[in-house]
């Protein structure tokens, strides 16, 4: 149980151009979903708090106007990545919580590696 | 905010024993857990202390003293398999995001 799936598991675009990544709960609600993103050999910076029927809450630092989060359902939330630029190139991985089960802990999707060029 | 400090590599043998420290400064605390990833990989869930003590779960087991604002991760039996990236990783409060140490890189050789 517990499953997060994230579509799709790569991506190239050129500059300039917007990406589209979807997170998805598969066998649970997710009221919140987190999206991080991680340069290579680095740790996982949180981005911004996905809130299901929501404006999404950004972290410091990110632009609201370039990450657009959506977060319509339950189970799905998106995070877009506007007129994308190579420095944007990333490990983008998102995160939910089952309340229904362990609060303390957060299943991660397997990542969407995004190249720009 | 949050900041947390972990050594960023570890290296031992097969068999060995290996302990990850972590320190961290919250303004708030809700547990502190570990996470392992391995390259190009999701992190997965290791282990999370909410109370001072140690967790044991098979090889891998974790500890926390939240005077100290310390906490560790302990791999016995070291295997290939474990040569990952290790996190530690708080909550400030409950409903928020994990926010993640830089990670340990941990290389297991034969």
Known sequence: ?117 | GQSLEQPSEVTAVEGAIVQINCTYQTSGFYGLSWYQQHDGGAPTFLSYNALDGLEETGRFSSFLSRSDSYGYLLLQELQMKDSASYFCAVRSQAGTALIFGKGTTLSVSS
């Open chain 1, 1 to 117: 149980g517990a499953v997060v799936s994230q579509h799709p598991s790569r991506v190239i675009c050129k500059s300039g151009t917007s990406v589209k990544i979807e997170c998805r709960s598969l066998d649970f609600q997710a009221t919140t979903m987190f999206w991080y993103r991680q340069f290579p050999k680095q740790s996982l910076m949180l981005m911004a708090t996905s809130n299901e029927g929501s404006k999404a809450t950004y972290e410091q630092g990110v632009e609201k106007d370039k990450f657009l989060i959506n977060h319509a359902s339950l189970t799905l939330s998106t995070l877009t990545v506007t007129s994308a630029h190579p420095e944007d190139s990333s490990f983008y991985i998102c995160s939910a919580r089952d309340l229904e089960t362990r609060s303390y802990e957060q299943y991660f999707g397997p990542g969407t590696r995004l190249t720009v060029t």
